[in-house]
């Protein structure tokens, strides 16, 4: 199985930064893709931006250019960076991974981490 575990949300001022962590454990050396979602009150979650282990990585045009998916293997931590925040980008944001690289669906799951962006 595979933990994941999200921080780093909160208020934040339009046009500010936050930086969402998120933090994997259990069997990590299964995952293929990893990415960030988010779902806003009343609208279906979407993809945010994804990375995959063949080192490819995409983004939703909405937050290209402004948000940036990092990873640092040595503390088992994917990190959605978020600049030039927007009241649009208001909503439930959650780290989700899967092992198979055919497969659309994420298998793995955090809990989410709430981001508030003010006008």
């Known amino acids: 199985q595979v933990q994941l575990v999200e921080s780093g949300g909160g208020l934040v001022q339009a046009g500010g930064s936050l930086r969402l962590s998120c933090v994997v454990s259990g069997r990590t050396f299964i995952l293929y893709r990893m990415g960030w979602f988010r779902q806003a009150p009343g609208k279906e979650r979407e993809l945010v931006a994804a990375?995959?282990?063949?080192?490819?990585?995409n983004y939703a045009g909405l937050v290209k250019g402004r948000f940036t998916i990092s990873r640092d293997n040595a503390v088992n931590t994917v990190y959605l960076q978020m600049n030039s925040l927007e009241p649009e980008d208001t909503a439930v944001y959650y780290c989700?991974?899967?092992?198979?690289?055919?497969?659309?669906?994420?298998?793995?799951w955090g809990q989410g981490t709430q981001v508030t962006v003010s006008s």
């Open positions: 990375f995959s282990r063949d080192g490819s990585t």
């Open positions: 989700a991974a899967r092992s198979s690289p055919l497969s659309v669906t994420y298998d793995y």
